[in-house]
């Protein structure tokens, strides 16, 4: 990523080095959690990226740090090429924010309770698009509802939180994003508090927004297979450091680190052959306390060596845009370690 | 029902047209419609449906845990021979965590933050009359251990452990009195996949050991796909399908088992559009004069709109679409 020649290839969204690290324990043994480390993430535009892994892992950490409600440890995000740091003025940070909003989790928790559904929206305008007048925000207020599938959207704005489904609510929450004018949105866990059956309509909507709306997404998340179902690229995170990025596709046919291959088998699959894998992995996601070098995987691992015990793996392009950061995987086999 | 691995001897779980009605001014709600099932010992049946689909209440129901304004209009839930509907409190105390016990959805509001896991497992053993300091403790580690965390986390708060060993040790605490009958309310849908697969393993791995029966709730079916001998699929309040779990996979009869089963994307095979079920769940204080899925059904049929169908029975399944009526014996229900 170096090289004016390389400038026209600019994406969107870029990290460089980053990292987060919180400091935890009392005066008397001060401890450093490291949350993020080392991060070099990209989003393109119109692209829909996929950020999964395990809780605790550093998926949410890194939203927060790219809505600049954290401040990097160290590293740097560049936002369609400028480096967030320089950025001083709130007005400045106003537009980024607007630029880059969130949507959260908790469809039941994120939406003021008192307040008309619209409220979020229409707040939203007068905040981030100032020149817009009174009755412009509510044709704006009524264009994004209508784009996120709650219609009829005059009626639906009128509405209380508590009068609506948690499927609406979510989308409400993308109409929120939406009346911003985003290039990028930061989906953090979007379905997985929705029933099954509600989650593929809003899986939808964020391939909708990002053909018709060219919106880029950056979709955190656990399951694999809604990250396949939406997504361009797949980010794998693992004890706050990336373990494997490509193409989604070809990630999920081909996972070359250990970690993908235990995430994918546990997918629940209804196709898959009867019965009950015996060597169902127990472990869980180390918290990195003060780490030392050597590969964080390497305890639930099968297939650690030596060289996994002492020395950090870094991050291969092991094929094209495949990058893997493993030191047994291969370029030319998949060491299968979980099925 | 003649399915699953250990049909020999009396069920353990007799449930026969129980009905829970929501009592309210504006007039009743009916959150259960005379809803059947039976369990053998040891047998595994899942329940499947949407959020507001009456599969909680019916878990309630069947432990006899409703609070007004909800109450049992109608229907017997037999267990071990008895029939729990009516029993006093007292009497329900009894049976309750030492033949049968529940593990609650989210494990973080079921465990009590301010003590110890060891502190609540002590409370439940001497509510049932175990008392010996050292049969406690030995009892509390032994469970612990069967759920694979390590004991000294008797001494651990709720906080200090991670969301899958607060399931864990929920479980561990329906085990103590290794009950014959274990009702779990989507024990791990505030778990991410690897937690809820282990955890699912690890139900199975104990089930197949005590031999205890499982009532298993949740909306995702495809969690219940490999691990569940029997399958029901509710739909407002009503049992819309049931059968052998490997037989609905195979062929759901039901459009709405159809639906459920397109909801979710696969992991494997070509990436495909999916539509999912359009529309929501009916409201059950004005449901559908006909079928109740009628409105979102994709094979919907002109009788659909007033005839409401009963269960029919089709090879081992039950299931109540129109489209069956005539094909085999006409349900037992109106």
């Known amino acids: 990523m170096t090289g004016p020649l390389l400038a026209a290839a600019e994406p969107l969204l870029r990290t460089e080095g980053l990292t987060k690290h919180f400091k935890i324990g009392n005066a008397l043994s001060q401890q450093v959690l490291h949350a993020v480390d080392d991060v070099g993430l990209s989003v393109g535009e119109r692209q829909i990226v996929a950020l999964a892994g395990e809780s605790g892992s550093g998926k949410s950490t890194i939203a927060r740090l790219l809505a600049k409600i954290y401040k990097p440890t160290s590293g740097e995000i560049y936002f369609q090429g400028k480096p967030l740091s320089s950025m001083r003025s709130r007005a400045d940070t106003l537009h980024y924010t607007g630029l880059v909003p969130m949507v959260f989790q908790d469809p039941f928790s994120s939406i003021n309770p008192v307040f008309r559904v619209s409220h979020g929206v229409l707040r939203g305008l007068k905040l981030h698009r100032p020149e817009l007048s009174r009755q412009q925000r509510y044709a704006e207020a009524l264009r994004v509802f209508d784009v996120v599938g709650l219609s009829p959207a005059a009626e639906v704005m009128q509405r209380y939180p508590h009068e609506l489904s948690g499927g609406q609510r979510q989308r409400v929450g993308f109409a929120q994003a939406l009346a911003l004018r985003p290039r990028l949105i930061l989906a953090d866990e979007p379905v997985s508090m929705l029933d099954v059956s509600i989650r593929i309509g809003l899986l939808n909507l964020m391939v909708q927004l990002r053909d018709s709306e060219d919106v880029s997404i950056l979709y955190i998340t656990h399951d694999l297979a809604s990250a396949r179902y939406v997504a361009d690229r797949l980010v794998i995170m693992y004890a706050a450091q990336i373990a494997e990025a490509g193409p989604i596709e070809e990630v999920l046919a081909n996972p070359r680190h250990p970690y993908t291959q235990l995430l994918l088998s546990a997918v629940p699959d209804p196709k898959a052959p009867l019965g009950v894998g015996a060597e169902t992995d127990k472990g869980e996601p180390p918290k990195v306390i003060d780490p030392t070098p050597g590969c964080r995987f390497r305890w639930r691992c099968p297939l650690a060596t030596g060289e996994c015990h002492s020395v950090t793996p870094p991050l291969r392009e092991l094929l094209p845009a495949h990058t893997v950061a493993c030191h047994v995987a291969r370029a030319d086999a998949v060491t299968e370690a979980f099925r | ?334």
């Open chain 2, 1 to 334: 029902m003649p399915t699953g691995p250990a049909s020999s001897g009396p069920a353990v779980l007799e449930v026969s047209d129980l009905s829970v009605e929501y009592v309210m001014d504006a007039g009743s709600v009916v959150a259960v419609d005379r809803v059947s099932l039976a369990l053998s010992p040891g047998e595994f049946i899942g329940i499947v449906g949407e959020s507001g689909c009456g599969k909680s209440t019916l878990l309630f129901g069947i432990a006899q845990l409703l609070a007004p304004p909800a109450r049992i209009t109608g229907g017997s839930v037999v267990f071990n021979g008895q029939n729990m509907v009516g029993l006093t409190d007292k009497q329900l105390a009894a049976v309750r965590w030492k033949d049968l016990s529940v593990v609650m959805q989210s494990a973080m509001n079921a465990l009590n933050p301010v003590k110890s896991i060891g502190a609540q497992l002590k409370d439940a053993m001497r509510a049932h009359g175990v008392t010996e300091a050292d049969r406690i403790a030995d009892r509390s580690a032994q469970v612990l251990q069967m759920v694979g965390i390590d004991p000294v986390h008797l001494r651990s708060y709720p906080h200090q452990l991670s969301g899958g060993m607060r399931q864990r040790s929920m479980i561990a605490m329906a085990m103590l009195f290794t009950p014959d009958l274990i009702i779990m309310d989507e024990p791990t849908s505030a778990l991410d996949v690897v937690a809820q697969r282990s955890l699912m393993v690890q139900i199975k791995e104990l089930q197949q050991e005590f031999g205890f029966a499982v009532i298993f709730v949740t909306h995702d079916m495809s969690l219940v796909s490999h691990f569940s001998d029997h399958l029901m699929v509710m739909y407002a309040g009503q049992v819309a399908e049931t059968g052998d779990t490997r037989a609905l996979f195979g062929s759901p009869l039901h459009p709405y088992t159809a639906g459920l089963m397109e909801a979710f994307p696969s992991i494997r095979g070509p990436r495909r559009q999916l539509s999912g079920i359009p529309g929501s769940p009916p409201d059950l204080a004005r449901p559908p004069e006909g079928c109740r899925f009628a409105p979102r059904c994709p094979q919907v049929m002109p009788q659909c709109a007033t005839t409401p169908p009963g269960l029919y029975q089709v090879g081992g399944t039950d299931v109540r679409c129109l489209q069956y009526d005539g094909a085999g014996n006409a349900g037992s229900l109106p």
